[in-house]
């Protein structure tokens, strides 16, 4: 059995969830895993209820976290054109001195102050999975919860669809 503690969530991050009663699950997987795809096995959950974490930074916002569902692909220009500003992702190196890692980047594991985007995609979905933090554990909850966790994220359509 996995313990909390070997996860990279603070341990007011899991009471928050308690004390709100929040439905939630812990995933160990057995093997590290690096894409959506690999995750959805491990956690044994279809692709679209993996989500995607990218970090983003822009001459304004110096980090933006953008989120979408794992059968979905980003469209950078629909963030440049919510925020209004050049919008880049943060290259490796950017990644790591967040201490962070990529391939397991969770919104609730990042020390910075962030904007957060969240593709509305994300919300036809009830139950969502996304990484913990480390690259052989996830978290699950209800998609509602996670948006409301986030605390005013917003809520655009982010992601490549076949009209553009």
């Given at each position: 059995?996995?313990?909390?503690?070997?996860?990279?969530f603070t341990s007011d991050f899991i009471k928050d969830l308690k004390d709100r009663s929040i439905d939630f699950k812990i995933y160990h997987h057995?093997?590290?895993?690096?894409?959506?795809?690999?995750?959805?096995?491990?956690r044994s959950v279809m692709l679209n209820q993996t989500l995607k974490?990218?970090?983003?930074?822009?001459p304004e916002i110096p980090l933006i976290l953008l989120m979408l569902r794992g059968d979905h692909k980003l469209k950078i220009k629909k963030v440049r054109s919510l925020?209004?500003?050049?919008?880049?992702?943060?290259?490796?190196?950017?990644?790591?001195s967040l201490g962070l890692i990529?391939?397991?980047?969770?919104?609730f594991v990042i020390n910075k102050s962030?904007?957060?985007?969240?593709?509305?995609?994300?919300l036809e979905i009830e139950w969502m999975t996304f990484s913990a933090g480390k690259l052989n554990?996830?978290?699950?909850?209800?998609?509602?919860?996670?948006?409301?966790?986030?605390?005013?994220p917003k809520v655009a359509q982010i992601r490549s669809t076949s009209r553009n």
């Open positions: 059995m996995l313990s909390l503690k070997q996860t990279s057995k093997v590290n895993t690096f894409s959506c795809e690999q995750s959805a096995i491990e974490c990218m970090l983003g930074k822009s925020l209004n500003t050049r919008v880049t992702l943060l290259d490796d190196h950017e990644i790591i990529k391939g397991a980047i969770s919104p962030y904007t957060a985007i969240i593709d509305d995609a994300v554990l996830g978290l699950g909850m209800p998609s509602c919860n996670l948006v409301e966790l986030l605390k005013n």
